[in-house]
């Protein structure tokens, strides 16, 4: 498989989190309603299983630093290599309690081909205040903004909201992206799929809209640009883990070690399979990006991407969902 690095500009609001297993969904009905773009996407789909035709990663944050490209990656889900407190005077316990503390409002890690991802550095978590003195940026500047947009149901009969319960007023979570964002989302895909299929089909969803509310404007984004890209030159030149970018189903039997921090993605059919008698996917528990794996010697991926495929999960037995990630080979032990 090739991998790929994809631009986007977001252009408007979203009512859906922007997610890699959300974005495959929306793909494989673009596939789908139109042959012309791979072919059947029941050909596509016949051997998911084993062999994925498309695997797309959680889009991060992007940043032009001189003439490097930099990265907000997820922080990686490993707990920090500490003495135990017991052993510690005062002073440096102090001193771990202000680091935790720190920790925790730290969201990302910078990472570039020049800036290697290193799990086990303690002092590479970065927060806003950090990303605002490293680029440049007004000190107002938030990458996102989470608000709530309250509605009234209006009663169609009536032309007002009506007394029934069924027309309470209701509030909407909303995410408004910063003026000017670059988000990059990186794809791995098959010989069965162009990259010049999958980023037409990607510009479809962005002009018609991605995820909830849709058809009021939300979840609209540009597609900028396209090219490939090595993942490895992000990552440890030995390595002995993997840094997951989206959502994963790690295999069974096949990690030493597994940190991560549990998701659970309450799906819903798309297209005409909303209106169905059967609308809604059964919730389904997985590792969230950021996640850190270590195989077992002699289980190390021969692809670009690790995890399996997810069926049964609904009344329609031909449903999948996205259990594969993208990683970054890195490092864990000394």
């Given at each position: 498989?090739?991998?790929?690095?994809?631009?986007?500009?977001?252009?408007s609001?979203?009512?859906?989190?922007?997610?890699?297993?959300?974005l495959?969904?929306?793909i494989?009905?673009?596939l789908?309603?139109?042959?012309s773009?791979?072919?059947?996407?029941?050909k596509?789909?016949?051997?998911?299983?084993?062999?994925?035709?498309?695997?797309?990663?959680?889009?991060?944050?992007?940043?032009?630093?001189?003439?490097?490209?930099?990265?907000?990656?997820?922080?990686p889900?490993?707990?920090?290599?500490?003495?135990?407190?017991?052993?510690?005077?005062f002073?440096?316990q102090?001193?771990?309690?202000?680091?935790?503390?720190?920790r925790?409002?730290c969201?990302?890690v910078?990472?570039?081909?020049?800036?290697?991802?290193d799990?086990?550095n303690?002092?590479?978590p970065?927060?806003?205040v950090?990303?605002?003195?490293?680029?440049?940026?007004?000190?107002?500047?938030?990458?996102?903004l989470?608000?709530?947009?309250?509605?009234?149901?209006?009663?169609?009969l009536?032309?007002t909201?009506?007394?029934?319960?069924?027309?309470?007023?209701?509030?909407?979570?909303?995410?408004?992206?910063?003026?000017?964002?670059?988000?990059t989302?990186?794809?791995?895909?098959?010989?069965?799929?162009?990259?010049?299929?999958?980023?037409?089909a990607?510009a479809?969803?962005g002009?018609?809209?991605?995820?909830?509310?849709?058809?009021?404007?939300?979840g609209?984004f540009?597609?900028?640009?396209?090219?490939?890209?090595?993942l490895?030159?992000?990552?440890?030149?030995?390595?002995d883990?993997?840094?997951?970018?989206s959502?994963?189903?790690?295999?069974?039997?096949?990690?030493r070690?597994?940190?991560?921090?549990?998701?659970?993605?309450f799906?819903?059919?798309?297209?005409y399979?909303?209106?169905?008698?059967?609308?809604?996917?059964?919730?389904?528990?997985?590792?969230?990006?950021?996640?850190?794996?270590?195989?077992?010697?002699?289980?190390w991926?021969?692809?670009?991407?690790?995890?399996?495929?997810?069926?049964?999960?609904?009344?329609?037995?031909?449903t999948?969902?996205?259990?594969?990630?993208?990683?970054?080979?890195v490092?864990?032990?000394?």
């Amino acid at each position: 498989m090739n991998v790929f690095s994809i631009n986007l500009r977001p252009e408007s609001d979203f009512a859906t989190e922007l997610s890699g297993d959300c974005l495959f969904g929306q793909i494989c009905w673009q596939l789908a309603q139109d042959d012309s773009l791979a072919g059947s996407i029941d050909k596509l789909l016949e051997d998911y299983d084993l062999h994925p035709f498309a695997v797309v990663s959680d889009p991060v944050i992007s940043f032009k630093k001189g003439t490097v490209t930099e990265y907000l990656f997820r922080r990686p889900f490993v707990p920090p290599v500490e003495r135990p407190f017991a052993e510690l005077a005062f002073e440096q316990q102090k001193a771990l309690f202000t680091e935790r503390k720190r920790r925790k409002g730290c969201r990302w890690v910078i990472v570039s081909e020049e800036k290697q991802l290193d799990p086990m550095n303690s002092d590479a978590p970065v927060n806003r205040v950090d990303i605002i003195s490293r680029y440049g940026l007004h000190e107002d500047w938030q990458p996102e903004l989470i608000y709530h947009q309250y509605h009234n149901s209006i009663d169609r009969l009536t032309g007002t909201t009506g007394t029934d319960a069924a027309f309470a007023p209701f509030s909407q979570t909303l995410t408004a992206w910063a003026d000017d964002m670059c988000l990059t989302l990186f794809i791995a895909l098959s010989d069965k799929l162009s990259p010049e299929a999958f980023t037409k089909a990607l510009a479809r969803v962005g002009a018609t809209g991605y995820g909830a509310d849709a058809s009021t404007g939300k979840g609209r984004f540009a597609v900028l640009s396209t090219a490939r890209f090595d993942l490895a030159r992000l990552g440890a030149k030995k390595p002995d883990a993997l840094y997951t970018l989206s959502s994963a189903l790690p295999a069974k039997e096949i990690y030493r070690q597994v940190c991560f921090e549990p998701v659970v993605r309450f799906g819903r059919h798309g297209n005409y399979l909303a209106n169905s008698e059967f609308p809604f996917k059964q919730p389904v528990l997985k590792a969230a990006a950021g996640a850190v794996f270590k195989p077992l010697e002699g289980y190390w991926p021969q692809a670009p991407y690790v995890g399996r495929s997810i069926r049964g999960l609904s009344k329609f037995s031909e449903t999948v969902e996205q259990g594969y990630s993208l990683y970054i080979p890195v490092k864990l032990e000394a």
